[in-house]
């Protein structure tokens, strides 16, 4: 960083007020953020002296692109200079939020929070408020909606009942506004908006807004809105949060569970779920749990999927016996969905059920599904259920995995599909080391030295390197006995791949 001083910053500032005024807007952007960096190493006086001045000829410039920039520059010199001066910025502010020009205004308002944050209380309810206002019933719709995200701020720094009078009316108005855009500002902002206003207002007035959003004629608004169910709920006083949530907001949600536009189901089924903590046993049970059904059989993939992702947070408040009865079924169907991204979500689900589920229930429903990924047609999913192979052996242990487990992959050394014999050294790899050394010289150890001969060299190489990776799990004997020889076989394949795993494996394992 540069001293505080014109010294080093006002040799920039000529070239910077230069690129600020160009027409193109990445560059003019890039200037902007350079001036703003540059204010900061003036000193107060030097700031006053020289920067100021250039702020004010870019508000007054003749081109757009000049006004435009000059709205970026307003928040950083405010706080530091005389109170005269200070004056003499806002009357600038004022006037580029009054322009002709709707850029301008766009520009102007994009800024209006930043520069509410720096300018006294006073003046921000004298001067800056109604410029708010006079942005919130713009015209063009391109600067109302920026004036929600100016509502953010300014409510954050006013008393509750300046709030109620100055920015709660302009808030409602915004959420019924003619332009769907603005709208959707509002529901995008909606959480922030919340929580500027605090719970007191927010259970008194924003409860039908956000309702009104939820039922909006857009889908855009609606899917908007949906996305912050769940943030919008937490922030409702908690002494009546549940009564407000089943009696307006819950009614809503089961309409939009069945709405005719995906996208709008999907934003739901990403944040329902987390309404159950906030609801508690008996509602969840009575008014979520069918919701739930029914979006887990929903024909849109999206929708399945979010809901599958966020299952963790039902368990936590019904308890797993409850979701085994009620949504188990869908869950086991859904483990054969065609999209293979449902299936992965399922797999990803499935060690966090096994633990709540415990061993005994998880053989007898859900063991079959685990062992039957690891055949499946797609990589990824084969890949993501190994991986979940360790995760249940990590949970159920050694003595489970010789019994249940390990007998299955080793099935696989033998299947005719050669992906599936290398499924089998997939899991070997990463179930060694949870299985321990006994295990894996006695059961696992000769089943990868038995594929050394196979007719694919695919398969060949990953022996070489399964047995590099596991070879840290056994002593030095079992190494030179058993394992090497392996390697030094494979050292001999005509395959030139095969040559170089099983080189990089003697080399790694300090055999050569």
Request: some cysteine; charged content about 25%.
């Amino acid at each position: 960083m540069c001293p505080r001083s014109s010294t080093s910053a006002r040799p920039f500032q000529a070239p910077l007020e230069s690129l600020a005024t160009v027409e193109e807007t990445v560059v003019r952007d890039k200037a902007v953020e350079s001036l703003r960096q540059l204010a900061e190493q003036h000193s107060n006086r030097d700031l006053e002296t020289y920067f100021v001045p250039l702020v004010k000829r870019l508000s007054a410039g003749d081109w757009f692109t000049t006004r435009t920039s000059a709205c970026g520059l307003f928040a950083v010199c405010y706080p530091r200079v005389s109170n005269a001066v200070r004056a003499e910025l806002r009357q600038h502010f004022r006037n580029l939020c009054g322009d002709d020009t709707p850029m301008v205004r766009r520009a102007a308002a994009s800024k209006l929070g930043e520069f509410a944050k720096a300018v006294e209380h006073e003046h921000l309810k004298q001067d800056l408020v109604p410029l708010f206002h006079s942005l919130a019933n713009d015209e063009q719709d391109s600067v109302r909606l920026l004036a929600v995200e100016a509502c953010v701020s300014i409510a954050n720094v006013l008393q509750n009942d300046e709030k109620q009078r100055l920015v709660l009316p302009t808030l409602k108005q915004a959420s019924e506004d003619k332009s769907w855009r603005v709208r959707y500002m509002v529901a995008d902002k909606f959480s922030e908006l919340q929580a500027a206003l605090g719970p007191e207002l927010s259970s008194r007035e924003l409860v039908p807004a956000f309702c009104s959003l939820l039922k909006d004629a857009e889908a855009e608004v609606r899917a908007a809105a949906a996305a912050k169910v769940k943030d919008f709920c937490s922030q409702l006083p908690a002494d009546t949060r549940q009564q407000m949530i089943l009696t307006q907001v819950l009614p809503q949600v089961k309409e939009l569970a069945a709405d005719p536009n995906q996208h709008v189901k999907s934003a739901l089924a990403g944040v329902v779920m987390g309404l159950a903590p906030l609801l508690g046993r008996d509602a969840t049970m009575e008014h979520l749990l069918p919701l739930f059904l029914t979006q887990l059989k929903d024909e849109c993939p999206e929708v399945r999927l979010n809901v599958i992702s966020n299952l963790d947070a039902v368990n936590e408040v019904i308890g797993v016996k409850n979701v085994s009865k009620n949504l188990l079924p869908a869950i086991v169907e859904l483990a054969e969905d065609s999209k293979w991204r449902i299936r992965l979500a399922i797999i990803e689900y499935m060690p966090s059920l096994a633990a709540q589920v415990g061993v005994e229930f998880f053989d007898e429903k859900l063991s079959a599904l685990c062992m039957g990924w690891l055949t499946d047609h797609v990589y990824a999913i084969r890949e993501a259920a190994t991986n979940n192979l360790k995760a249940l052996v990590e949970k159920f242990g050694a003595e489970w995995a010789q019994q249940t487990v390990i007998p299955r992959v080793l099935q696989l050394a033998r299947d005719q599909n050669y992906l599936h014999r290398m499924t089998c050294l997939f899991c070997v790899n990463i179930m060694a080391p949870v299985c321990g050394r006994e295990l894996t010289t006695k059961l696992l150890l000769p089943t990868v030295s038995s594929l050394v001969s196979d007719p694919v060299a695919n398969v060949r190489f990953n022996v070489a390197k399964t047995l590099q990776k596991i070879g840290t799990v056994f002593d030095q004997k079992v190494v030179e006995a058993q394992v090497q020889p392996v390697l030094e076989r494979l050292l001999q394949d005509p395959d030139n791949d095969v040559k170089f795993f099983a080189s990089e494996a003697l080399e790694g394992l300090r055999l050569q």
